[in-house]
């Protein structure tokens, strides 16, 4: 299947084709999402940081590179790095975003994004709450109860984005584009369950999309009918009480009836139940809602992004006539040279995302500014430490271990000219992402995999599979400098009954080495024991997890713990939380919750528990180490993540 997909030479003909917006000429159908990255400065203004990240998606050959949505007043303020719209003393660092990107032959959008709810005026320095159609108290702890605005407010409102798209044309903007979306302030008017007001705004489905036309009416009046206008709208709330499909079309149709140039087309709001972007959802699984827009409008582009992270499925939705436009967010956060590898036909070279969502969403909501876990320059790209130069003195460098901090050490060392030879002992690269992509719904890590393997290939990376590196093998060696990426590995922990034989490792059981049988006892509740629990399930085991801490998924991001849980409650998974595992014996295995004891039946226990890092080479090597630099990288340093790992080998590779 990855070979297929990552063919060289494939041809997108439908990403390559030129396409309309308004009276605008995009030169791809490829278009950068806005993405808040909290690259701005605290009052709102842009630095090199935000204008250079950008920059570099212009570069890397986007038809459309769309900045951050900024806010339009700082009740707006949704983010600590938020871009701001409400000053003209900000059009001259805007411009210098626009101009950056269209250097580059990309087309540049400025988005408005005013967060409503889910904005942070106590936090950033106002003292007041966040507004909203109707008071209401948050869902999401992050979140503070917001306060009703009054009509006058929101009049206020609506001159504030008309101004906004002022600014933004004046600062050299090619297009505009208003954020209605994902629970955010027009998307809080648009939805039932977030707008109770019984005046003009609120009631039928009519008045509470009038926020959002007049808004777009105000926004047209300030830029004039040739200007480029882009309107984001759900295509789905996935909310109880939220607006239905089909309602999203009728406020689609109002849209476009009211000067909107394309739609962009999304899922969900922050504080939806239902996962829209982690892996779990297969790529293209959300074309159906464009399919639905796209039989009522026929007048303007619909673009769409969610869960499109490889041209594939794109180009063949262009082709299909169901999308005219691929936007992407994360895969360009990943890769911003993804356009510039699908219109060379290089898919194999793409750094997919696999949605892990630990670099980006993670942080960003957490007031960090934005990172990537597979791209390490994200943010950094004016640094001139973050950029791969020539290396001043070429040298021989070993790698041990194919893992990822192991691979883009030698990724970026060969990139630098050196020469890099890569032990792993096992017959595959990868490490432990290997058994992470034979989880289910994970299998996207198989693309990073892929990716890793062709880039060592293509630089010249000597590869030595089923080769254990050895103290005796690299003194033999006598390389300039050796790269230790040993990994991570299972600690067995040592209680009665441990080695009898119904005891096996998760490692084991998910690489299929070790069988269970039908009851099975995990224990270890962290992403490995919960991501094996849920293998289990899948083959109809029943399966109970023991947890030492009070929760479960512990190492698992907030953005996907939920799904872990929610599939592991509907597969019948047990759970036992603030449980130790005592003893394995004959009668079962005896569990202690909080000192009370009991014994369950099991027919075999998968240990998932810690992870030690695997540091036997260098303790092997000691003293008698005969190269002068030794660097370790990625989980031997102390398991972490892959996010960990990648990071590792670049910061270690771009100065050696
Ligand atoms: C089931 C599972 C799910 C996971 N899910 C996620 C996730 O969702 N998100 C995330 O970010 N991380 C996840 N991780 C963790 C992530 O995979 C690791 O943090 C990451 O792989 C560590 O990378 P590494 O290169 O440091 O080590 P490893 O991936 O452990 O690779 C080390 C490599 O070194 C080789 N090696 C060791 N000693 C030698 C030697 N002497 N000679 C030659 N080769 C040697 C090993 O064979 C191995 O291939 C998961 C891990 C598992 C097991
Ligand atoms: C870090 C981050 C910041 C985002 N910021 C914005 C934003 O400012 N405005 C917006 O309309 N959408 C924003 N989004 C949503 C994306 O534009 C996109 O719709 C979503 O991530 C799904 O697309 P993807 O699967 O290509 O990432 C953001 C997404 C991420 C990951
Ligand atoms: S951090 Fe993960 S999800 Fe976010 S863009 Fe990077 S690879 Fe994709």
């Not at 959008?109 to 909203?132: C, F, K, N, S, W």
Request: aromatic share 6%.
């Amino acid at each position: 299947m990855y070979e297929d997909l990552l063919k060289p030479g494939t041809k997108y003909a439908n990403l390559l084709k030129p396409i309309k917006i308004g009276k605008m000429t995009v030169k791809n159908r490829m278009k950068y999402a806005a993405t808040v990255d909290n690259f701005a400065n605290s009052d709102g203004s842009l630095g090199d940081k935000e204008i250079s990240y950008l920059e570099e998606r212009a570069k890397g050959g986007f038809g459309i590179v769309t900045s951050m949505g900024g806010f339009t007043d700082p009740l707006g303020k949704g983010y600590m790095g938020q871009m701001g719209l409400h000053k003209d003393e900000f059009i001259p660092g805007m411009k210098k975003l626009s101009d950056a990107i269209k250097k580059h032959g990309a087309k540049s959008v400025a988005q408005i994004m005013h967060t409503g709810r889910y904005a942070h005026p106590h936090e950033y320095g106002l003292g007041d709450a966040p507004v909203g159609p109707t008071a209401m108290a948050a869902k999401i702890p992050r979140y503070h109860p917001c306060r009703e605005l009054s009509v006058a407010e929101i009049k206020q409102l609506i001159e504030d984005h008309g101004q906004a798209a002022r600014r933004i044309k004046t600062a050299g903007f090619d297009g505009v584009e208003i954020c209605g979306i994902v629970g955010y302030l027009i998307a809080n008017f648009l939805c039932a369950w977030s707008n109770k007001r019984t005046d003009e705004y609120g009631g039928t489905l009519e008045k509470r999309a009038r926020f959002y036309l007049d808004i777009l009416r105000r926004v047209r009046k300030e830029v004039g009918p040739d200007y480029p206008v882009i309107c984001r709208v759900n295509a789905t709330d996935h909310m109880d009480g939220g607006n239905t499909e089909e309602e999203y079309i009728k406020v689609a149709k109002w849209l476009v009836d009211n000067g909107a140039d394309a739609l962009s087309i999304t899922v969900g709001w922050h504080e939806s139940n239902e996962p829209a972007i982690t892996q779990e959802i297969k790529q293209g699984h959300w074309l159906y809602l464009a399919t639905n827009m796209k039989n009522e409008i026929k007048n303007v582009p619909i673009v769409m992004a969610y869960r499109l992270n490889r041209p594939d499925v794109p180009d063949k939705a262009i082709a299909d006539g169901i999308i005219d436009m691929w936007e992407m967010c994360r895969p360009g956060i990943a890769d911003p040279e993804l356009p510039k590898k699908v219109t060379e036909g290089r898919p194999e070279d793409i750094a997919t995302c696999p949605a892990c969502n630990l670099g980006c969403f993670m942080r960003i909501f957490f007031d960090s500014t934005m990172a990537c876990m597979i791209n390490p320059r994200v943010g950094r790209e004016y640094e001139e430490a973050a950029k791969i130069k020539p290396a001043k003195k070429k040298k021989n460098i070993i790698v041990v271990g194919g893992g990822p901090a192991g691979m883009e050490a030698a990724r970026v060392a060969a990139m630098r000219g050196h020469k890099v030879t890569l032990y792993e002992k096992s017959a595959r690269l990868g490490g432990q992402l290997n058994l992470a992509g034979a989880t289910p719904f994970c299998s996207d890590w198989n693309f990073m995999i892929a990716y890793y393997a062709n880039q060592m290939n293509k630089l010249g990376v000597k590869v030595n599979l089923n080769t254990p590196a050895t103290a005796d093998l690299i003194n033999k060696a006598k390389p300039d400098a050796l790269i230790l990426a040993t990994g991570a590995r299972q600690a067995r922990p040592n209680i009665p009954g441990v080695d009898k034989k119904n005891v096996v490792m998760a490692f084991d059981v998910i690489e299929g080495k070790a069988k269970t049988g039908q009851e099975v006892l995990v224990w270890g509740g962290r992403a490995v024991g919960v991501q094996t629990a849920e293998l289990l399930a899948s083959q109809g085991k029943k399966v109970t997890i023991v947890e030492d801490a009070k929760r479960i998924g512990r190492d698992i991001n907030a953005f996907n713990i939920w799904g872990f849980r929610h599939r592991m409650a509907k597969a019948g998974v047990k759970i036992l939380l603030s449980s130790k595992v005592e003893s394995i014996g004959d009668q079962g295995v005896v569990v202690n919750t909080e000192g009370k004891q009991q014994t369950l039946k099991a027919d075999t226990v998968v240990i998932a528990m810690e992870m030690e890092a695997d540091k036997g080479l260098l303790e092997e090597l000691g003293s008698m180490a005969e190269v002068e630099e030794i660097h370790s990288v990625g989980d031997c340093v102390a398991p972490r993540k892959a996010y960990n790992a990648v990071h590792d080998g670049f910061r270690v590779a771009v100065q050696i």
